[in-house]
């Protein structure tokens, strides 16, 4: 029994050792008889059984077809890569980039200056609010003055008033006892 353990182990042993391995690329021989086949395939083949078992001819022609173009399109995609100049690409490229970087540093001159009159603005602004406030302040202290003189002109008009309706008033008492003592006189 120990011996048939021993060999299920080696078995499994070769089993993983065959399926890490990469796959090996196909043999000579094994493409010859691929080539046999496809060309059997292309020819329709004299067989008439064969000819049913193979009725998707069509598809998998369209199929290669397909891939020979894909393969060729890649193929021309590559050869013309490889054709490229790389150095006038590199220095095209080079030349963007510093094209690029000069007008990012106008661009972060023209944003500094703009920040800048901004700045200036709004300090211009607030002093102008400031001026304002003083401005009115000194307008309100001007404006109560005038007001109070205005009462107080007001108050000597009134005061004028009376001292003239009272000088009218003496006149007149003179002028009475004038005529009384003229006439006590005579």
Do not use: C, W
Request: proline content about 3%; hydrophobic content about 25%; overall charge positive.
């Amino acid at each position: 029994m120990s011996s048939v353990y021993t060999r299920s182990k080696e078995f499994t042993r070769n089993r993983k050792s065959q399926s890490d391995s990469p796959p090996a690329s196909p043999s000579p021989t094994a493409k010859t008889f691929r080539h046999e086949r496809l060309s059997r395939l292309e020819s329709g083949g004299s067989n008439p059984a064969t000819s049913d078992s193979y009725s998707d001819r069509p598809s998998a022609r369209a199929r290669r077809e397909a891939r020979e173009a894909r393969l060729a399109s890649l193929t021309s995609r590559v050869e013309e890569d490889s054709n490229k100049d790389y150095k006038k690409l590199y220095e095209s490229a080079l030349t963007e980039n510093q094209k690029l970087k000069s007008k990012l540093q106008e661009a972060q001159l023209e944003l500094a200056d703009v920040k800048s009159k901004l700045e200036k603005m709004a300090q211009q602004k607030q002093e102008k609010t400031s001026d304002r406030s003083s401005v009115l302040e000194t307008e309100k202290r001007e404006r109560r003055a005038l007001e109070r003189k205005m009462s107080e002109m007001e108050e000597e008009m009134k005061v004028l008033t009376e001292l003239k309706s009272d000088n009218q008033r003496l006149k007149d008492e003179n002028g009475a006892l004038i005529r009384v003592i003229s006439k006590l006189s005579k």
